[in-house]
């Protein structure tokens, strides 16, 4: 079992950046793909981006290709998700998990965090 903790969210302006990042406890952090996903009031969870267990292989939901990168630090256990050029859209409540398998797919992410609120002002 897998313990995540987001961090870095806030308040920015639509065309700014922020990064968030994602502290993991427990299970052995370098052998599973993580990911973010982000999730709006009144929306269903969305997937933004994966990353694989050797941070060779990418994957990125379509509304965030180009903007956001994602990044892992296995001698820190961390994982990072870069985001720039934000828009309104992509306010939401963005949380990091473990997927099941080292690559980016197939998808079976659990472990969540609790979550990091980012909010892009127009």
């Known amino acids: 079992q897998v313990q995540l903790v987001e961090s870095g969210g806030g308040l920015v302006q639509a065309g700014g950046s922020l990064r968030l990042s994602c502290e993991a406890t427990?299970?052995?952090?370098?052998?599973?793909?993580m990911g973010w996903f982000r999730q709006a009031p009144g929306k269903e969870r969305e997937f933004v981006a994966a990353?694989?267990?050797?941070?060779?292989?990418?994957d990125y939901g379509g509304s965030v290709k180009g903007r956001f990168t994602i990044s892992r630090d296995d001698a820190k256990n961390m994982l990072y998700l870069q985001m720039n050029s934000l828009k309104p859209e992509d306010t939401a409540r963005y949380y990091c998990?473990?997927?099941?398998?080292?690559?980016?797919?197939?998808?079976?992410?659990?472990?969540w965090g609790q979550g990091t609120q980012v909010t892009v002002s127009s």
């Open positions: 990353i694989s267990w050797n941070g060779v292989y990418f």
């Open positions: 427990g299970r052995d952090f370098g052998t599973y793909a």
């Open positions: 998990s473990a997927n099941r398998y080292r690559n980016v797919k197939p998808r079976e992410f659990g472990s």
